[in-house]
């Protein structure tokens, strides 16, 4: 967490918790590639007890090198309280706070509050969270802006190219896995669609599960993703399209994808309802069709 969060969290504020750190070394947060502080959990709940100590009286310097272990039991001992802490919302609190923040600077078209808010979203969450709570409903947020005027489509290309930014250097991070239970996914859009945020967010889910994950981005051709298919030696195919595609051009591409690629290679296509489908093409056995993130999650993590 940064130590926006951890001040919010723990109620110690960020000037005291510098000086604790400074002078007691009571926490020692590590450090991103900018030199941020960055606080685990188990050091948050420590500011935690130690806030709630020396309201009581207690000397920082005498506790200030306890562990959160011992500080619990002191805090227990004067006050016959358990020590409760952090609640078990914590990481939803973060999301939901930062979200908000974020919503306002989209509202406010204030594009460096809303890039230090979703850098600090980018690190502060898991990357399930990220794409889920923070990225999904704000690009919703934008678009819905700009349907009713509020944005510009010039604003909101600026809000997404600030957006893809922050999501790319995480996906940037990837380590390569060589396991038997990590697939080598490649995500794309079909030809002709260039909303990429649909598959921006289920590579992150994607890669929150430590699957391999190769991003080829919007607009590919059939025959490209063939081809990157058998480079790449992936083993599934996550396309997303945008709901301005005719129903016609969908089924067509994917019996083009199906036909091409080889059969052990499982086709996952995003935007789209079984019903939708021909029937023997809903049928087939490696192709998944997914409606939401939610259902997509769920079958990627298994």
Known sequence: ?????????????????????????????????????????????????????????????????????????????????????????????IATSLKQNIERAIEGYRLDILSHEVKKASISLNKKQFALEVIAPVMGLTGKLVSEGRLSIAQEHAISSLAKFHIGALLSQMTYKNQGSVRNIIFATPEKDFHEFGILVAALISLHYGHNVIYLGPNLPVFSLVEAVKALEADTVVIGQSNRRRQTTTTNYINECLNSLPKKVTFCYGGVTLENLPLKLSLKKNLKIFETFKDFDLYISK
């Open 1 to 93: 967490m940064t130590i926006q969060i951890a001040s919010r969290l723990s109620g110690v504020s960020i000037d005291l918790i510098r000086a604790w750190e400074r002078r007691y070394k009571a926490v020692s947060p590590a450090r991103d590639k900018d030199g941020r502080r960055l606080y685990e959990r188990h050091e948050v709940q420590k500011l935690w007890y130690l806030r709630e100590l020396t309201q009581l009286g207690v000397r920082i310097s005498d506790i200030a090198g306890l562990s959160e272990k011992d500080l619990k039991k002191r805090y227990t001992e004067l006050t016959g309280k358990k020590g409760v802490g952090l609640g078990p919302d914590q990481n939803q609190t």
